[in-house]
């Protein structure tokens, strides 16, 4: 087995060019399927275990969602960010 040591500041540096790198091979449509998630991942962000809830988010338009298909029903992850952010309250 060979051990490879590398400094701390070259480590970070490598690992900074790699993520880099694999950024640039990703295409768009990949990137486009990690916008949007489905229901499970939606409420887990939440951290709501009712889908009523999540159907009344998305009917007073407070998330936003894509509807593709009839029954597929696809919500945008950054929208549930904003809702979350907006919905904090600061710490006394």
Same mark, same amino acid.
């Given at each position: 087995?060979?051990?490879?040591?590398?400094?701390?500041?070259?480590? &970070?540096?490598?690992?900074?060019?790699?993520?880099? &790198?694999?950024?640039?091979?990703? =295409?768009? %449509?990949? @990137?486009? %399927?990690? @916008?949007?998630? /489905?229901?499970?991942?939606?409420?887990?962000?939440? /951290?709501? #275990?009712?889908? =009523?809830?999540? %159907?009344? *988010?998305? /009917?007073?338009? @407070?998330?936003?969602?894509? %509807?593709?298909?009839?029954?597929?029903? *696809?919500?945008? #992850?950054?929208?549930? $960010?904003?809702? *979350?952010?907006? /919905?904090?309250?600061?710490? $006394?």
């Amino acid at each position: 087995m060979e051990v490879i040591c590398v400094e701390e500041k070259a480590f &970070y540096k490598l690992i900074d060019k790699v993520i880099g &790198y694999v950024d640039e091979k990703l =295409t768009k %449509q990949q @990137k486009a %399927q990690w @916008k949007w998630i /489905n229901e499970v991942e939606a409420m887990r962000l939440l /951290n709501i #275990k009712s889908k =009523t809830t999540l %159907q009344e *988010l998305r /009917n007073n338009g @407070k998330i936003r969602f894509s %509807q593709p298909k009839k029954r597929i029903i *696809l919500y945008d #992850k950054n929208s549930i $960010f904003e809702y *979350l952010e907006k /919905n904090a309250r600061e710490v $006394f």
